[in-house]
């Protein structure tokens, strides 16, 4: 199955859990202090990454789809 991996910019509080759960997949943009998603739909090889970091998130700003 497809990941489909999206971020809420508005729920979005900067804590950065994301960066430590999926580092492969996000990055901070330190002008706004949020997080970026670095890969909207990635691989099967970096599904723990994905669905650990919705589950680290906070502000559960974080939605992994499987399509």
């Keep these: 199955m497809a990941l489909t991996l999206t971020l809420d910019l ?4 900067g804590y950065a859990n994301c960066l430590i759960e999926g580092p ?3 990055d901070f943009d330190e002008d706004t202090d949020k997080a970026v998603v ?3 739909e990635p691989g099967e090889n970096l599904r723990s990454q994905a669905v650990a970091a919705q589950h680290g ?7 992994v789809v499987e399509s």
């Excluded at 998130?57 to 939605?63: F, G, K, L, M, S």
């Design 57 to 63: 998130c906070p502000a559960r700003a974080i939605h």
């Design 24 to 26: 492969a997949l996000f």
């Design 10 to 13: 508005h729920a979005c509080q």
């Design 38 to 40: 670095l890969i909207a």
